[in-house]
């Protein structure tokens, strides 16, 4: 009977341990997914931005009005030199994302908080168009911070990009 007592005792220690790591593998799914759907959004944002830099340039080139609107090019920089750890420049366009990484027209409901800005910019000789330097911080918060009731886990991502526009 106390071989049975032991031997029950040592595989509830196992379960517990088991259940432990269960949880910490779940927490750590999320976090990944997270950061790999903020950096999908973020390039999306710039592949955007890419695009209309291309349209602009090639108006520029041939003479003709660049087709769509653009919403990030063209913009005057914001705040140079922010640095990754600065908070979001005011003035910077912030577009939101839900959990699956879809475009939202409001906050509500929004997981990723996307904020765009050119941080530099070096005017063209009228030939060559201008050079702009993009950046792109994704934010979000993860589930609740276990050492700390009540706070989230803040992440965030940024990109940088350089494109030439008309």
Known sequence: MVE???AAFIMA????????????????????????????VADGIMERINTEARQSYLGMIF??????????????????????????PGGAIVDYFDFAGTPLTSAAGAYYTVSTWVDSQVIGNGTSGSTDVFRVRVEFNESPDPTNPGQYVKHAINLTRTVIHA
């Open 4 to 6: 049975f007592l032991m």
């Open 13 to 40: 220690i196992g379960l517990l341990g088991l259940t432990a790591l269960q949880t910490l593998a779940l927490r750590s799914t999320t976090t990944s997914r997270g950061m790999s759907t903020s950096v999908l």
């Open 63 to 88: 003479s003709s009005a660049p087709t769509g609107a653009t919403r990030y090019v063209g913009k005057a920089p914001v705040a140079p030199g922010v640095k990754p750890t600065d908070p979001v």
